[in-house]
Structure formats: C-alpha cells, structure tokens
C-alpha cells in the first residue's frame, strides 16, 4: 500500500544515531512525520538534534540482538503513534580485516547485529504491518551486498546474508498489502568510516600486507565520499511515498550503480561461460 498522504507517517528507524539513520531521522522531523528512532545512545541522538522539533520523536535505547527490546519498541511506537508505516532496518557498522584474521567473537558480534538483528526488527513490525494491510519494510544494505572486495569479507558476508532474506519476505509478505525495499548505498560522507562505527581487526597475518594498505586508505578517506547523505534521506522519503517505485532494489550513489553494474555483468558472463558444465549434470536423456 501506498505510502499514507492523509495523517503524519510513522517510521521507525534503527541505528538512528549517526550515518544515514540520523540524516533520515532529521529529515523526517522536517517533513512532519511521526519517528520512532532506535539506537543505543539516545543521548547522542537528541545531541544531534539541537534545534530540531523533536516534538513527534520517539527515541528508545534498543539493543537490536535483543529480540524483548524490540517487540517492546514496536509496543511502544504503536501506543505512542497508534500506527506504523514505515520501517528502516538500518542498524550496523563496518568492519575491515581479512577472512583469516577475523575472530570468533567478530564474527559472531557483526552477524548479531547485521542478520539478527534485522531478523528481529522484521519479525516485531510485521504482525503491526500485516493487521494494518498496508506499510514498507526498507533494508539497508550496501553495494557490498552485491560483490565483495578483499578485507570486506566479514561485513560482506552479513549484507549478503540481509539482501536473502529481504529478498524472501518480499515474496512472502507481497499478498498483505507491505512493501519491501533494499537499498544499497555507495561511500556516502558519514562517520561510517571513523573509528565510531568502523572496526579493524587487531590481528595482523603476516602476508596480507596489501589489506594493510586498503584500511589504511579507508581511514583517510572520511571527508571524501562523494555521497550526500542529506539527499539519500530525501531518497529515502522519496523511495517510501512511490511505495517502493515498484523496485525491489535500489542503488545509491553513482559510486555504487558503477561498482554493481560492473560485478553483475561480470557475473552473468562467467555464468554463461559455465552453462555447459552446468547443463551436463543433468541425468542423460534416454
């Protein structure tokens, strides 16, 4: 169903303190809507809202692993609002390291919070989405949700695993009325790359000396990115009230449209290149 044009929208956005969360939360307080925002410092959240009518914000310190915490967010943004419209699973950080370097506790930390997390969100909104008939459930993924470059491997990794499961529940929740739209941005210019949101891992493998190299230019790089992340809230808005544009992904960023075209139409040769292997496992025709 169409994003709702007669009352205020209610969203609720997770990972709302920083990045693209925040700008989208900033934006929606300017265009009027209802926001229930997510993080884990809502002290840092309301610090970057000076100045802002918070008048219509929700803001709740949730933990998105913790599956209680967000069932009581969705508890406490209906009673609040008395509707729900919107939901952006946003929450996350980076992290840069090779796949040999990555710890057990890394591993298990990232894919809480990327696939679990995200798993948790869908699963507290959904029975509010449903019994409405109508609403948009948004995934925020990356361009590295489509290909993988070396010392991403980890954060890859959690995407890809986001953009399967989106990509089901669109098929599974499109007879109720809801919408499902991933986004994959590009390098926006957010704190995504400082050491608030970005972690590296602190075990060096003696022969990965070029991954070396390819954290350090992402350490340098914060204040380059050519993405506005004040005109991909906009995109945001945008995207919900087309209702999804009839997409279900959605790139953003000329940084990510160029890497994503490049890799897919990279993988559909390879794919043809290995069409008559793959034929011939099939059982032989009598």
Not at 21 to 38: I, K, M, N, P
Request: with cysteine.
């Amino acid at each position: 169903m169409p994003y709702p044009l007669d009352r205020p929208a209610t969203w609720l956005v997770t990972g709302a303190s920083r990045g693209l969360g925040l700008a989208l939360v900033q934006a929606l307080l300017a265009s009027g809507a209802q926001v229930v925002a997510t993080t884990r410092s809502p002290s840092r959240l309301r610090a970057s809202l000076t100045g802002v009518d918070t008048s219509h914000l929700l803001a709740l310190e949730v933990d998105v692993v913790d599956p209680a915490a967000v069932e009581e967010a969705v508890r406490r943004a209906t009673q609040r609002f008395g509707s729900l419209d919107v939901v952006v699973n946003n929450a996350g950080y980076g992290f840069l390291g090779a796949v040999e370097e990555t710890t057990d506790a890394q591993v298990t930390a990232m894919l809480d919070v990327q696939v679990k997390g995200t798993w948790n969100v869908v699963r507290a909104a959904l029975p509010v989405l449903r019994r409405a008939g109508s609403g948009h459930l948004v995934t925020i993924s990356s361009v590295l949700g489509v290909t993988s470059f070396p010392g991403w491997g980890l954060y890859c990794a959690a995407k890809f695993a986001v953009e399967g499961l989106t990509e089901s529940l669109a098929a599974e929740v499109s007879g109720f009325g809801i919408s499902v739209t991933i986004v994959e941005p590009g390098y926006f210019n957010t704190s995504f790359l400082t050491a608030d949101s970005l972690s590296v891992t602190d075990t060096a493998v003696e022969g990965y000396e070029p991954i070396r190299e390819m954290i350090s230019q992402h350490q340098r790089m914060p204040g380059t990115q050519p993405g506005d992340p004040d005109r991909a809230a906009q995109a945001l808005i945008a995207l919900a009230r087309a209702n999804g544009a009839g997409r279900l992904r959605q790139a953003l960023g000329s940084d990510s449209l160029r890497i994503a075209r490049s890799a897919l139409t990279a993988r559909l040769a390879e794919l043809e290149e290995g069409a008559d292997l793959a034929r011939s496992t099939d059982y032989a025709h009598s």
